[in-house]
Every structure is written in C-alpha cells, then in structure tokens.
C-alpha cells in the first residue's frame, strides 16, 4: 500500500498490532465508518468498535467539547510550520497531562 492509500485506521491498527491493548474505535453515525471495508479491518485486527446512537449527539459532546479546546488553546495559536510530528505528539500529550491534572475544573 503506498502512502497515499494508507488511513489514519491503517495507522492505528499498524501501531497496536503487537500490542496486547486494543483501543476503542468511537465514531459518529458517518456512512464510511458503517461501509463493510472498514468494518472489516477493524473485525480483523480486533479493535473494539463504538458508535454514538441515532440523532443523539450527547453521545459525543464530551470528545467535541475537549477538541474544540484543544484547538483553540494549543494548537490555533501557534505556528507548527517547523514542528516535527515527535514534537507534536510531545506537545499534544503534554496538553492533555494538563487538562486531566492540573487545569481547574468547575463543579
């Protein structure tokens, strides 16, 4: 498969493919993430498939709200021009250390 053809699933089921941990794959109700190919990658590397219910977008509020933060407080305001992805990862978990641990959170 050249690069071009290869997707943030092929990715993720290449980095876990050794690993005895298998991460939850949580997605809306999108035609391509119901289109048998992709249903069937997931089934062959046993990786757990979520989805959010029919027209209950509560289901994923809680990932949209942490994103839209997460852009708007990390990653809009910088320039990454001249980031290496390792510096991204870094930056990233670094972020989502501190919004888990140490940010204040309201009642």
Known sequence: MDICSRTMLDAAIETVATSEMK???HSDRGAHYR?????????NAKLIR???????????AACEGFF???KTEM????????VSVDQFIQTVD????????KRI???
């Open 35 to 43: 289109w048998p190919g992709w249903l069937q990658r997931l089934h």
């Open 94 to 101: 670094a972020y989502i250390r501190w919004y888990n641990e």
């Open 50 to 60: 979520s989805m959010s219910r029919k027209g209950c977008s509560p289901d994923n």
């Open 75 to 82: 990653f809009y305001p910088r320039n990454w021009q001249d």
């Open 105 to 107: 959170k309201h009642p």
């Open 68 to 70: 839209g933060r997460l």
């Open 23 to 25: 991460p939850v794959i």
